[in-house]
């Protein structure tokens, strides 16, 4: 079975997807995972979840809430890039910025870039803003009964995995903005999808239209060269 291009990267981005998966489960439910002490041995996840007192309820909660804030951001990142990869494309024979002149044909697949873009940084920062907080809350819930450096050791790395991916998210999000462009959260290698999808470019008989936008363009940035 032959597999289109749109297809594959498709695939791609849902197998990549999955595998982050457990790092916002590890990353987030700190309470949980991140080793304790029950009486001298050391809890089980069920008895790290279910202990008593407001702390721990407390403590509960805000991972519930991390681990939705970061899920909403995995939603708005997936629906992102299934809209680049269905009305976009990436062409390594066409230099990163062909798609700046090229998306100005087309008015409305660049408003919903734009939009896509802006949605996916504000869920970004409100995910950043909540991993502090949890890191907080559950730094300080975990060292009532915390069991030395072994707890120490795995609250960070825990908390590093799912930072790392908030980071590459933010760099992903606010390069998109800044350029006005659509970087892939998901390609193995940093990509940037530079041209129009083949099955929604402009028809030969509005081939004018995009030329006359061109040159419109050529135009306005020769100006501003002279200023």
Not at 30 to 41: A, Y
Not at 64 to 77: M, N, Q, R, V, W
Not at 216 to 224: A, R
Request: charged share 20%.
């Amino acid at each position: 079975m032959n597999l289109t291009v749109d297809s594959q990267q498709r695939i791609t981005t849902f197998l990549l997807m999955c595998l982050e998966f457990y790092k916002v489960v590890m990353g987030t439910f700190l309470i949980v995972f991140v080793p304790q002490d029950c009486n001298g041995t050391i809890c089980t996840a069920t008895e790290n979840f279910f202990k008593e007192g407001n702390l721990y309820f407390g403590g509960n909660v805000c991972n519930f809430i991390t681990f939705s804030a970061i899920g909403t951001l995995y939603f708005i990142e997936l629906k992102r890039e299934n809209w680049c990869i269905q009305y976009l494309d990436i062409d390594d024979e066409k230099s990163t910025n062909n798609l700046d002149m090229e998306i100005e044909a087309y008015p409305k697949y660049k408003k919903e870039m734009n939009r896509l873009n802006k949605n996916y940084v504000n869920a970004t920062y409100f995910a950043v803003l909540m991993m502090c907080i949890n890191f907080i809350v559950s730094g300080f819930t975990v060292y009532q009964t915390y069991t030395g450096s072994n707890s120490i050791t795995s609250f960070v790395s825990f908390f590093l995995l799912v930072s790392m991916k908030l980071y590459n998210a933010w760099g992903v999000g606010r390069l998109s903005i800044k350029d006005e462009r659509a970087n892939s959260a998901y390609m193995k290698e940093p990509k940037t999808y530079n041209t129009i999808d083949g099955n929604y470019r402009i028809v030969e008989d509005d081939k004018d239209i995009f030329t006359s936008v061109t040159v419109e363009m050529s135009e306005k940035h020769s100006d501003d060269e002279v200023f």
